[in-house]
């Protein structure tokens, strides 16, 4: 299992692009994917999971992925979070 820890830094937070963006990119691997904060954890596949997380801008959350891509699925994920999902 390997787990992260992320801070969203685009200025509209997880809405419905960036969610989706997310959700794909999650899906492109075998692994199962998480996501947590706040108490609550969520399916990072599944768009209606990430979008009730209601993640806004400066929000830290968790993604814990588990499986054989595990490693690239988690790095892939970091990656596009601090690329702000492209929205600077």
Do not use: W, Y
Not at 11 to 31: D, E, M, Y
């Amino acid at each position: 299992m390997t787990e992260i820890q992320l801070v969203l830094t685009n200025p509209t937070g997880l809405h419905a692009r960036p969610a989706s963006q997310f959700v794909q990119t999650a899906s492109k691997f075998k692994s199962k994917v998480k996501i947590s904060a706040g108490g609550k954890q969520v399916d990072a596949k599944s768009i209606l999971g990430v979008m009730t997380m209601g993640l806004r801008s400066g929000t830290a959350f968790t993604v814990t992925a588990d499986g054989e891509d595990e490693v690239e699925c988690v790095a892939a994920l970091a990656s596009l979070v601090e690329s702000k999902f492209g929205e600077e």
